[in-house]
């Protein structure tokens, strides 16, 4: 194969001839006008339309046997029941960009009534989708949206806004009267939402309310647990007046709170943010942690089934303003851009996490 | 045991009559297989592993293997959408990233060949590069605003119809595929290389050339398919087509060619293909849950390497009770 050095280099040089001719006058990023947008609702939404019995729901969920989307779609289940549809919950072993498109795919020739999904990647999904619409399926993404134009309406669990509201206000609480130095114990340096939940929070402690507060660090666990609970221990060890820790990650706030409960700094450091009642359970009920919070997921799943039952009957089309009643969870009206959010998160303390099991 | 004989219990035939059984039982079983929307998403479903196993089929024959494809493919992917985000025209890039794909294959290439390094540690290592190069290039992120006109081609039907566009490419490439491996020289001189390398090279067959040729080959097709990947997800990834190798792999020993070489045809392993992904499809319109197909592809890989061994053994074993008949006439 060495002796033809030349051919290969031939061959290369025309295929790159080949590539800078046809540069000009191509299609490119600028020229590109997607005219491939997703098919509008356009029929119009009758708020008093009776809920359809039977309908078919199908959930989606980024991976199986995760035991976040578990509960998640446990609540969708619950929904499901008690508006006398069927349920029925598919999804890949992995939650790669497009293994969800073949299970996209089979729904739709299932001829389900509504896909409620949750996607891997907001645009892998998106020309199934498209083609669920056209086969008049309706689609409700949650957890993680898809492309705004591939989908009927999202449910938000919380927003951005929400959330590093809510970290702050508990960041307050815990350090107390006096206030002090707290740190952020986040998951990877370039996660998305946690990062932006950050952002917000540094924007409320600027307001004089927070003045007392002093963020000293940001560190990141990688949500890794070993990693999380190192990085709690080199928190106090770099900090020996910090008051708070905040971390906004599941993973995250275990492992600090196993640190601390395990630590001399039981009592004076509290530990907050955002994490799951059963794996906090233990720290709340021996004083550690005294007050953290999360949407509940199981909420979410129940939330997105009555809004798809809701536009499979014609209540709602999707459009900004509309109303429609989610059963337990009272009445939504939908946001801009087909968003609905689910409410500002749930607070959990010694005296309500026993009602909570996820 | 006639020629005739011989054929119709080879495994290249069976693996075509259980496909033809799998597919009329499913049609008539399974609710909405047999709908031409069905078979549009089938089709979309088996493109990248038809297409892979195209070149991957000529490997396997000449005894070597190439694991590096689903990472070329994602590093192709990659490119495609680093290069987009660069300006460049979509009508450059596409080739560019077939060419891309064929650099990965020069490099597998050298190395097995050129330096006589085994195939399978190679392409482990490359698998591992490729994928790595792929997460410098994009990072976690996506690009996802490709024109239209072209993922929406890939998706797409002949006129609306039943007939998806890219079933033309797949016809075109397997007929080209086949003709070169069953009916030139260059095909046979495969089936020599499989059978003893060796005796290939005294006999004036240039081993080397062939195998580096057919790496760079291996690694263009999987650039191609990175194109058609990332159109038809209209997502450029990182992570695109990640475990695939084992899916194409899978398709081709199921299909009938030895792993030790010097054995397969194409036939069989289109056939394998179309067997697998109609299998996992009628299980899926069935709600059969993601672990039970697991088990039921793997299991049917186990039979396909098992299989052929045991018809091989009873063969043999009527083939010496022939002649041994013979002795005593």
């Known amino acids: 194969m060495l002796r033809s050095p030349r051919t290969l280099l031939s061959v290369t040089s025309a295929a790159l001839l080949v590539a800078g001719l046809t540069a000009c006058g191509g299609t490119t990023k600028d020229s590109n006008t997607n005219s491939g947008s997703g098919t509008q609702a356009s029929a119009a939404a009758d708020p008093n339309a009776a809920i359809k019995e039977g309908l078919k729901i199908a959930f989606l969920p980024k991976q199986l046997n995760n035991p976040y989307s578990d509960v998640e779609t446990g609540g969708g289940k619950v929904a499901v029941d008690e508006l006398k549809g069927e349920y029925k919950l598919v999804g890949p072993n992995d939650a790669s960009a497009s293994s969800q498109v073949s299970y996209i795919n089979t729904l739709i020739q299932q001829q389900q009534d509504v896909i409620v999904v949750a996607a891997n990647d907001p645009n892998a999904v998106c020309p199934s989708l498209n083609q669920a619409r056209a086969a008049k399926i309706k689609v409700i993404t949650f957890d993680s949206d898809a492309s705004k134009d591939c989908r009927d309406a999202f449910i938000n669990q919380a927003t951005t806004q929400g959330i590093g509201e809510s970290l702050a206000k508990m960041a307050l609480e815990q350090a107390g009267a006096d206030g002090g130095e707290i740190a952020v114990l986040s998951a990877t340096p370039n996660a998305t939402n946690q990062n932006s939940w950050i952002e917000v929070m540094k924007e409320e402690l600027k307001k004089p309310d927070y003045a007392k507060l002093k963020l000293v660090k940001v560190a990141y666990g990688n949500d890794d647990d070993q990693k999380s609970f190192q990085e709690a221990q080199g928190l106090l060890q770099s900090y020996p007046n910090l008051k708070v820790i905040v971390a906004p990650t599941t993973v995250g706030i275990a492992a600090g709170a196993r640190y601390i409960s395990s630590s001399s700094y039981k009592g004076k450091v509290a530990v907050t943010g955002l994490g799951l009642p059963n794996q906090m359970r233990e720290y709340v009920k021996d004083g550690t942690v005294t007050k953290f919070a999360l949407w509940n997921p199981a909420d979410i799943g129940y939330l997105a089934a009555f809004a798809g039952a809701a536009m499979a009957s014609g209540q709602i089309t999707g459009a900004e303003g509309e109303k429609f009643k989610a059963g337990k969870l009272g009445e939504y009206t939908i946001g801009k851009d087909g968003e609905i959010v689910l409410g500002p998160p749930t607070e959990f303390t010694k005296d309500n996490i026993d009602q909570f099991n996820f | ?329």
């Not at chain 2, 005294?202 to 999987?222: D, M, Q």
């Not at chain 2, 054995?263 to 059969?288: C, F, H, M, W």
């Open chain 2, 1 to 329: 045991m006639s020629e005739a004989r011989k054929r119709l219990t080879s495994w290249d035939s069976i693996i075509l009559v259980l496909t033809v059984l799998v597919l009329i039982i499913a049609s008539l079983s399974v609710d909405n297989f047999g709908t031409s929307r069905n078979f549009t998403f089938m089709v979309l479903d088996l493109l990248p592993i038809i297409l892979i196993a195209l070149p991957m089929t000529m490997i396997i024959v000449t005894g070597e293997i190439d694991l590096s494809v689903a990472s070329t493919l994602g590093l192709t992917s990659s490119m495609m959408g680093w290069l987009w985000n660069q300006g460049l025209s979509i009508e450059t890039i596409i080739p560019l990233c077939v060419v891309i794909g064929a650099i990965c294959g020069v490099v597998n290439g050298f190395l097995i060949t050129g330096l006589g390094l085994p195939s399978l540690a190679v392409t482990i290592g490359t698998l591992a590069l490729y994928r790595g190069l792929a997460f410098v290039v994009l990072g976690d992120g996506a690009v996802a605003d490709f024109p239209w006109n072209y993922t929406g081609w890939v998706t797409g039907t002949i006129g609306g119809g039943a007939v998806p566009n890219v079933l033309i490419l797949i016809v075109v490439l397997a007929l080209l595929f086949g003709i070169v491996q069953h009916a030139t020289p260059f095909g046979r001189s495969l089936y020599a290389i499989g059978a003893n390398a060796q005796a290939a090279h005294f006999s004036g067959i240039r081993v080397a050339r062939t195998k580096f040729w057919l790496y760079v080959v291996s690694g263009a097709v999987a650039g191609l398919v990175g194109v058609l990947w990332t159109l038809r997800y209209s997502s450029a990834r990182a992570d695109n087509g990640s475990g695939l190798e084992l899916a194409v792999v899978a398709a081709v020993l199921l299909g009938g060619v030895s792993i030790f070489g010097g054995k397969g045809s194409l036939p069989g392993v289109l056939a394998g293909v179309v067997l697998l992904t109609a299998l996992q499809n009628a299980l899926r319109l069935e709600d059969v849950s993601g672990q039970a197909l697991n088990i039921v592809t793997g299991s049917l890989l186990v039979l396909s390497v098992l299989l052929p061994n045991i018809t091989t053994a009873v063969r043999g074993n009527y083939q010496r009770r022939r002649l041994r008949q013979a002795a005593s006439r």
